[in-house]
């Protein structure tokens, strides 16, 4: 340890040496850098330490962002540096040049301010002279020559150099000093006190370094060569077309050679598609104008010049402003806003928009399409549309092969031409509609374009090329995913926009629809009023849509109405109210038929989900003297019928309980019709829906004109949970439901059904047959069973309404109810 004696003349501690820290930079013996003193303490250390004949310690700092470094901010080896020359700036700082003597390692800081000062012992070179290391020294030598043969920039002096070193460390150290190497290889090199093992691992860095700089050789040769083909060519086209304009020989189909070689070479294409695109105008310019083959090869060259192989448009994802222009466009969709807003983070954050395809499913109306207009427009994408629905041949997307008469390429490349980039937003519409026949399935081919693994090198049959997909953001909607292939499934991401409820749809028109129709007919703000009430009627009476589309039809029938009596008198100003909307519309189109249909006895309504959204059934039983037949009709499914069937064996199972004889099912036939025959109808939803409907005929009681309900039902009379919950309180609500039923284990659902609506009716979750009985028929038919009994005593139903939850108690033991 160094004596605490102070030396009379500079302040620094006898066996102690002022440290300046580098940011970037390693001092090796025997090698001098220059050096930028920016810092107050390291120019005081730089001034005091040439004033007074001192040396210096140079060591490299841990992190070089450090501002003002500490003690624990530097590396504890460095090197003792002589400073040779110095010169001040104008602006105070110094420029130094410092010659590396000595490695040292610190033992221990002694000061901090106004410098750090240290107490140091010398590290001294372990060479161990043999064969190995003078075959080492010669090869690392060799290395470095071969390394400079790559850089004409650097000067001859230092080969020669490095061919006079004879001492394998100082060879070692000049090397270190003049290669491209990090900050900590620089230091890993200065630490390693072991002459063999630093000659080692410069070696290793210096082979790599060589290996990278050959690669960069041999790119930068290939495009020279390139370029010298492509000048030479040049130069002999040049050449010959002054020739042949010179002698009078212009060729028409000489000149159209040469304009589609002027196009290829601006569509910098990949090498595989340009070698195809030089051998088919090579083809061309041997082929007959009047030969059928010319147009052929003429219209394919058209479609390879007209593509868009490199051209692409910049993205700019801002994502404030991204949901700034989705707020913008629509109202509400947080979920599915939120959604869109994290895909494009990750994209920006990665460079890339990769990921899984969205795949936007719901209604018509609910503004699927427009979602992906506002997505390109966010980015500043090109946005192209392809519908799908439809389409049965396979040849629609791959495109026609071009052995055909009029072939042509299939609709994903045409897009691609017409978006004019590689990288646009390629909205594919209705793919749910895509259909499959003998001549192949469209769905099987869209699994490579929607591939992100695959459609890098995409292959359509016209084009006979790989073109590269990968940029593409692919956005997919439909209706519904029934008709979807499972493995097409697989490929997307599903985010599901359900209906919208009326205060929303009062919001959109509000806010988009209204003004969009007054521009399109021409009718001014102050010629043309609807007020609120006017809206509201028009969304209940007028139009029963899960999305706005037929509003904004009603909207725009109620101007044009407007626009032609102000073409007749320019003074007339309109203002729509409820009490006059039937001028402009005519006779109200829809009624609440919930009541009148179900004024009847065995008449129940159920709920389901359709392609246009959530809605209402109407279920309908009738009792008649038979010898026990069950008929089943309105055109229902095969799970639908198994549902119908496990009412039935549940309540001939409870007949006592249900006050009937012991014979009533085998003397009475049951008829269970679902109207709206023509339309298909599936789905274990309806179970307890169709329970409730024979219950009400065996007990000759009328269901609650206010319940519509859903679940499935078992043997045992449980209520299972089922799908769609929010579409299907929907579609309750604009029928004018009030009450809905539904499993209790659907209530992780609620959530997501709007707020307005769950403030305005009244959802009961319900776990068991009997309590939907009791609920939709007003008494309880049916007494728990044994097992239900000690299972659900005491046991509290929350029934949602307002926000809240009632409480209810079911008591253990009921008396069975006679018919």
């Not at 002459?195 to 060589?210: F, H, I, P, S, V």
Request: with cysteine.
């Amino acid at each position: 340890m160094a004596s605490r004696k102070r030396d009379a003349q500079n302040g620094i501690p006898v066996g102690s040496i002022g440290i300046l820290p580098l940011q970037d930079a390693v001092l090796f013996p025997n090698t001098v850098i220059p050096l930028a003193v920016v810092k107050k303490p390291g120019i005081q250390l730089v001034e005091e330490a040439l004033r007074e004949g001192k040396a210096i310690g140079l060591c490299v700092l841990r992190d070089r962002d450090i501002e003002n470094p500490v003690s624990q901010d530097v590396h504890r080896v460095g090197t003792i540096g002589v400073i040779q020359k110095m010169l001040k700036v104008p602006d105070g700082t110094l420029r130094c040049i410092v010659a590396g003597q000595q490695v040292f390692h610190v033992e221990r800081f002694t000061q901090e301010e106004p410098y750090m000062v240290a107490s140091y012992a010398e590290l001294p070179e372990v060479t161990v002279e043999n064969e190995e290391l003078v075959a080492m020294q010669r090869n690392l030598a060799g290395l470095f020559q071969k390394l400079l043969s790559y850089l004409p920039q650097a000067p001859r002096e230092m080969e020669m150099e490095v061919q006079n070193i004879t001492d394998p460390s100082v060879l070692s150290y000049f090397v270190a000093s003049t290669m491209r190497l990090d900050t900590a290889d620089r230091q890993a090199l200065l630490e390693e006190r072991n002459t063999a093992k630093r000659m080692r691992k410069l070696t290793m860095l210096l082979t790599k370094e060589l290996e990278v700089v050959e690669l960069g050789h041999k790119i930068q040769s290939d495009i020279q060569r390139e370029m010298e083909k492509n000048q030479r060519e040049f130069y002999l086209r040049q050449q010959l077309r002054a020739i042949q304009e010179e002698l009078g020989e212009a060729d028409p189909q000489q000149a159209e050679a040469n304009e589609l070689r002027a196009k290829i070479d601006e569509a910098k294409m990949p090498e595989e598609a340009r070698k195809t695109a030089d051998r088919e105008l090579e083809r061309l310019s041997r082929v007959p104008q009047a030969s059928p083959e010319y147009s052929v090869i003429r219209t394919y060259l058209d479609w390879l010049v007209q593509l868009p192989w490199n051209a692409e448009t910049a993205d700019h994802i801002d994502i404030e402003k991204a949901r700034a222009v989705l707020d913008e466009d629509h109202y509400d969709l947080d979920k599915i806003k939120d959604r869109i807003v994290e895909y494009l983070a990750v994209g920006k954050l990665k460079k890339r928009l990769t990921g899984p395809i969205l795949c936007f499913v719901g209604p018509p109306g609910v503004g699927k399409t427009s979602l992906g207009h506002s997505i390109a427009r966010a980015m500043g994408r090109k946005f192209v549309r392809l519908s799908v629905g439809g389409v049965r041949d396979e040849a629609e997307i791959r495109g026609h092969r071009r052995t055909y008469i009029g072939a042509m390429p299939g609709s994903i490349v045409r897009s691609m031409r017409d978006a004019a980039t590689k990288n646009p937003v390629m909205m594919i519409d209705e793919i749910d509609k895509v259909g499959a026949d003998f001549r192949g399935d469209p769905q099987s081919a869209l699994l490579e374009v929607l591939d992100p693994e695959q459609n890098v090198n995409f292959r359509d049959h016209y084009l006979d090329l790989p073109f590269d997909l990968s940029h593409v953001l692919f956005i997919c909607t439909a209706n519904s995913l029934d008709t979807v292939s499972p493995a097409l499934r697989d490929r997307m991401e599903i985010i599901q926009l359900s209906g919208y409820t009326e205060l929303e749809k009062m919001q959109i028109a509000k806010r988009y629809l209204l003004e969009k129709q007054r521009i399109a007919n021409g009718v001014r703000d102050a010629q043309a009023h609807i007020g609120d009430a006017a809206l509201r009627t028009i969304i209940t009476e007028y139009t029963r849509e899960a999305g706005v589309r037929n509003l904004e039809r009603q909207i725009g029938t109620v101007f044009r109405k407007v626009a032609r009596k102000i073409a007749s008198d320019p003074r007339y100003k309109a203002r729509v109210k409820p009490e006059n909307l039937n001028e402009y519309l005519g006779k109200q189109r829809f009624f609440n038929e919930a009541r009148r249909r179900i004024a009847s006895i065995g008449v129940a309504t159920g709920m389901v989900v359709t392609p246009v959204g959530g809605d209402i059934v109407f279920i309908e039983t009738q009792a008649m003297p038979g010898t026990g037949k069950v008929s089943l009709t309105g055109q229902l499914g095969d799970v639908m019928k198994e549902s119908a069937h496990a009412a039935v064996s549940f309540l001939r199972s409870r007949s006592n309980e249900l006050g009937l004889p012991e014979d009533y099912f085998a003397k009475h036939d049951l008829h269970v019709h679902v109207p709206a025959g023509a339309t298909p109808k599936d789905g274990p939803s309806a179970g307890i829906t169709i329970a409730t409907s024979i219950s009400s005929v065996l007990m000759a009681i009328k269901v609650d004109p206010a319940v519509a309900m859903t679940g499935e039902i078992t043997l045992t009379g449980q209520v299972l949970p089922i799908g769609g919950l929010k579409e299907k309180v929907l579609g309750a609500k604009r029928a004018g439901i009030t009450k809905v039923l539904f499993p209790k284990r659907n209530e992780v659902d609620l959530d997501d059904i709007p707020k307005e609506v769950r403030d305005t009716m009244e959802l009961i979750p319900v776990e068991q047959l009997s309590e939907v009985f009791e609920i939709a028929l007003g008494k309880r038919i049916i007494a728990p069973t044994v097992f239900e009994s000690g299972r659900r005593a005491n046991n509290v139903v929350p029934m949602h309404r307002n926000g809240a939850v009632k409480r209810n108690r079911i008591h253990q033991h009921r008396r069975k109810v006679r018919r």
